[in-house]
């Protein structure tokens, strides 16, 4: 694997955890205020929201979130790109 041979070889990572890449298999959690799906992220300050915690606390900041698929394939593009 060449992540692990170029990146994770250093002493900094000898505890990391490598995880699956592949998005449909990361474990989704439930809001532990509504019990709902985690499935938004607030670009401006990086908290997972479910739809309810959008329309009742982020309603000023709709356009800034995004759902979590969106936000974890943006993250991961931008990591391919600063290797």
């Known amino acids: 694997d060449p992540c ?5 070889s250093a002493k900094m990572f000898a505890k990391h ?9 990361a ?3 439930n809001c532990e205020l509504h019990d709902r799906p985690l499935e938004l992220f607030c670009s401006r300050d ?6 309810r915690c ?12 995004i759902s979590l698929d ?3 394939e943006d993250g991961r593009e931008s990591l391919f790109r600063s290797a």
């Open 4 to 8: 692990r041979e170029q990146i994770h």
């Open 17 to 25: 955890v490598l995880v699956d890449s592949n998005i449909s298999s």
């Open 27 to 29: 474990p989704r959690q």
């Open 46 to 51: 990086g908290t997972l929201l479910c739809v």
């Open 54 to 65: 959008m329309l009742e606390d982020y309603r000023d900041r709709q356009n800034e979130c």
């Open 70 to 72: 969106r936000a974890m």
